[in-house]
């Protein structure tokens, strides 16, 4: 094991990449999107329980439906006819009742108000390292109840928000079972990946799905070199002057990407445009204490090797458009990784993997 002293106390180095990760994202809040924004859940219904249940529940086919329905409503944003969306509430709903719970692992500062709006009435424990993350994620949840209240519809129920690292909440806090678990953009950030993926896998009840989202590996080698420019400065975390250090290098970062974009750099500027004009999202792409860069079979077999049955994979293949594991996920997922060793992955990869129950294991 790795200790270091820090004013005067042991610290483990586990915690240091945490702690640095943490400064991150109170910098850097993820996603960085205005306070009253709200998501249209038509375009997100693949987020909702129900979805990832359906694929438990075999009912691929209607899965797929709504893949399609939801994916053209986010891309064209138009809605869905009503009658397809009542279809879809009623469905989602009957396989995902009120008395499913949901956890929200590395919740950000959007997902506690999307998952407010598509499940109003279950349980939602949101979890996340930063205090700025969950205020803005609070701030937003206010902001919706405010206009509701003036356009007279339901109250939202209350999340239950809990500050610090995942892992260790998940052990210690007696936080009983969940039959959703949603954990987007957090694993390929951990120091040790397998450890959260086993708290989560232990939360899970029975028949209980994980919804993880990971970063490629072979496609973001050049965001992993530009990251390491500031790994001292990440290192001089509790120095006086850190943050007006970070906030110079953004501020150089954020003109060089703005010059990307407008295409005064042609050798870089294709690379990057997918970071749009200068956001957080450079600073979570370019400057991120802690991105290891881990290869996307380690998830997958990690997952394996505690007992979780992949039931869906999904990612865009460059020249082929998207992949869906509907039929056979494991067949798309040798796909996946292949386009991703190709450099040929255009999306991070989303994975679900159901908790099989103890009789179906032992058979
Ligand atoms: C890239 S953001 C993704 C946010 C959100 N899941 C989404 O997809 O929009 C990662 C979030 O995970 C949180 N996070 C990272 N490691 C964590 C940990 N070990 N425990 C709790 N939260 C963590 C960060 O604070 C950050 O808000």
Aim: net charge positive; charged share 25%.
């Amino acid at each position: 094991m790795c200790f270091l002293f820090l004013y005067g106390k042991e610290v483990h180095m586990e915690q240091l990449k945490i702690e640095k990760m943490r400064q991150f994202y109170d910098l850097f809040p993820y996603p960085n999107r205005p306070f009253f924004l709200s998501p249209k859940i038509e375009a997100h219904f693949t987020s909702h329980g129900g979805f990832s249940h359906l694929i438990a529940l075999n009912r691929r086919p209607f899965a797929q439906k709504i893949w399609q329905l939801s994916s053209r409503c986010l891309k064209e944003n138009k809605g869905i006819n009503k009658k397809d969306l009542y279809m879809i509430q009623g469905e989602l709903e009957a396989v995902f009742p009120s008395s499913k719970r949901i956890l929200l692992v590395g919740c950000g500062t959007d997902e506690p108000l999307l998952y407010r709006k598509l499940h109003p009435n279950n349980e939602i424990v949101a979890v996340d390292l930063s205090r700025k993350v969950l205020k803005k994620a609070k701030k937003k949840l206010s902001y919706q109840r405010f206009k509701n209240f003036f356009t007279h519809q339901d109250r939202f129920r209350k999340i239950s928000f809990l500050l610090g690292n995942a892992e260790v909440i998940l052990h210690e806090k007696a936080l009983g079972g969940f039959d959703f678990i949603q954990c987007f953009g957090v694993l390929h950030h951990q120091p040790a990946p397998y450890f959260l993926l086993r708290a989560m896998e232990e939360r899970l009840n029975p028949g209980g799905v994980l919804r993880i989202m990971v970063y490629s590996y072979h496609g973001r080698k050049l965001e992993r070199r530009i990251q390491t420019r500031y790994k001292k400065l990440w290192d001089s975390f509790f120095e006086k002057n850190f943050k007006f250090k970070i906030f110079q290098n953004y501020i150089q970062l954020r003109v060089w990407q703005l010059l990307n974009y407008l295409g005064f750099r042609p050798a870089t500027e294709d690379r990057f445009r997918y970071l749009g004009p200068g956001s957080t999202s450079v600073a979570d792409a370019l400057m991120h204490p802690s991105d290891p860069g881990i290869s996307l079979n380690y998830f997958h077999e990690s997952a394996l090797q505690l007992g979780l049955e992949m039931i869906y994979c999904e990612g865009k293949i460059e020249n082929i458009g998207y992949e869906t594991g509907f039929e056979n996920p494991q067949e798309v997922w040798n796909k996946v990784v292949d386009a991703d060793t190709r450099k040929e992955l255009l999306t991070n990869p989303i994975l679900i993997y159901r908790k099989v129950h103890k009789f179906e294991a032992r058979q």
